[in-house]
């Protein structure tokens, strides 16, 4: 069993920064694929980016390509979400989640998902 805890979100001007971070325990992310998903009121969870644990592969969706970076901190068996450049749109409960296999952005073939932090963009 892998438990992951999301934290970092908040409430940020247009323009400004987050950093969310995925914590895991009860398993080593290394061979993990571990997305970061969001949902906005009344708008369908979008996959947003995913880091590889195997191959070390990446993947942007085009709404956030350019302006979201995803990482790993090894040591601290955590994946950050850095968030910069932020719109009103990217407003949305921010979820991460994990599985082992082949990478993808399907929400329903994860295995594990954290609780979601709240990102709020507003002036």
């Known amino acids: 069993q892998v438990q992951l805890v999301e934290s970092g979100g908040g409430l940020v001007q247009p323009g400004g920064s987050l950093r969310l971070s995925c914590a895991a325990s009860g398993s080593t992310l290394d061979y993990y694929v571990v997305g970061w998903f969001r949902q906005a009121p009344g708008k369908e969870r979008e996959g947003i980016s995913y880091s590889s644990g195997g191959d070390g592969s990446t993947y942007y969706a085009d709404s956030v390509k350019g302006r979201f970076t995803i990482s790993r901190d090894r040591a601290k068996n955590t994946v950050f979400l850095q968030l910069n450049s932020l719109k009103p749109e990217d407003t949305g409960v921010y979820y991460c989640?994990?599985?082992?296999?082949?990478?993808?952005?399907?929400?329903?073939?994860?295995?594990?998902y954290g609780q979601g932090t709240q990102v709020t963009v507003s002036s």
């Open positions: 989640a994990a599985h082992r296999g082949i990478a993808h952005m399907a929400w329903e073939l994860y295995d594990y």
